[in-house]
């Protein structure tokens, strides 16, 4: 792998939201292990650390999971240690 020393910037395929406020997005990884979102043709950027996007998604994964438990009715039991 190539470490990252410049800043990579891409335009996304697809637009978000609606009617006039519909635009497409600009990704940015930089240095540092950043990244970095935009609307094109906006200056106003959010900037976050990959590890807290990384901590992010994986609670997102946890708690759709257990919501989706718990919505089925049945109940996660820890098994016996025998």
Known sequence: MTPL???????????????????????????????????HGCRTRHTARLWDIIGGCSDARLTKSAWKNSASGSTIRRRDDT
Do not use: P, S
């Open 5 to 39: 020393n410049k800043t990579v910037r891409r335009l996304t395929v697809d637009e978000y939201g609606y009617g006039r406020n519909r635009r497409k997005l600009v990704v940015a990884l930089e240095k540092g292990d950043l990244i970095t979102l935009r609307e």
